[in-house]
């Protein structure tokens, strides 16, 4: 199936500090999603993304749909330490309607 | 709250015994999905419903059988499972399959270790 590369695999920093992510396919996708999991629960939808180029926020989040179509980025601005946890990317190819997800980033904020 | 739950939200259980997992959705969404997450791997799907037909199963094991009896409730049904079976297990929901309105809004999950 789909493989989706997701990097850092893990990040540590300093509270105030922003942060940037990204997810990249083999193929082309229509439909870029960024989660957040907390320990022991479910992801949490933060961002949906459908056009490429297209630049969305959150809150301090925001994310990015790449002109290429294979990629896509999250950033958060000032990081609080509420915002520690594992980030998932998924993503949407042309065909079919299954979603393929990311191994995730880990977040560390440091207070 | 996603809108979507879970229960139980653990379960331990052996290799001989029959046990069920069971998933609501409150947000009047009509696929559903059962997901399989284990450390270090992206998250695998295993089944998808779509308005109570299954229209996905990923290659899963028969000792996996899920049921979707209406749009509202999904059940995975687990018998002689392996230790290797161990994982979180996710529901999701999305109001449609394809095209917009298809993100999907997960569940807590269920911590599944199998002895």
């Known amino acids: 199936g789909q493989q989706l590369n997701q990097s850092p695999q893990s990040m540590f920093i300093q509270e105030g500090e922003d942060v940037s992510m990204n997810c990249t396919s083999s193929s082309i996708f229509n439909t870029w999603l960024w989660y957040k999991q907390d320990p022991g629960e479910g992801p949490v939808l933060l961002i949906a993304?459908?056009?490429?180029?297209e630049l969305t926020s959150n809150g301090r989040l925001t994310a990015q749909f790449g002109i290429t179509r294979k990629d896509s980025f999250l950033n958060i601005s000032a990081s609080i330490p509420s915002d520690v946890g594992i980030y998932f990317c998924a993503g949407r190819p042309n065909t079919g309607n299954q979603f393929y997800f990311g191994t995730g980033t880990s977040l560390t904020v440091i207070p | 709250e996603t809108g979507v739950t879970q229960t139980p939200r653990h379960l331990v259980m052996g290799m001989t015994n029959k046990k069920s997992l069971k998933c609501e959705q409150h947000l009047g969404h009509n696929a559903m999905y059962w997901y399989k997450q284990s450390a270090k791997k992206p998250l695998e799907l295993m089944f998808v419903?779509?308005?109570?037909?299954?229209?996905e199963n990923n290659s899963v094991p028969s000792r996996f059988s899920p049921e979707c009896p209406n749009s509202s409730h999904l059940f995975l049904h687990l018998h002689t499972l392996q230790p290797e079976d161990s994982a979180l297990y996710l529901c999701?929901?999305?109001?449609?399959?394809?095209?917009?309105?298809?993100?999907?809004?997960f569940g807590p999950g269920t911590r599944l270790t199998v002895l």
């Open positions: 993304l459908y056009k490429a180029g």
């Open positions: 419903y779509n308005f109570k037909e299954q229209t």
């Open positions: 999701a929901s999305s109001q449609l399959l394809g095209g917009g309105g298809n993100e999907q809004f």
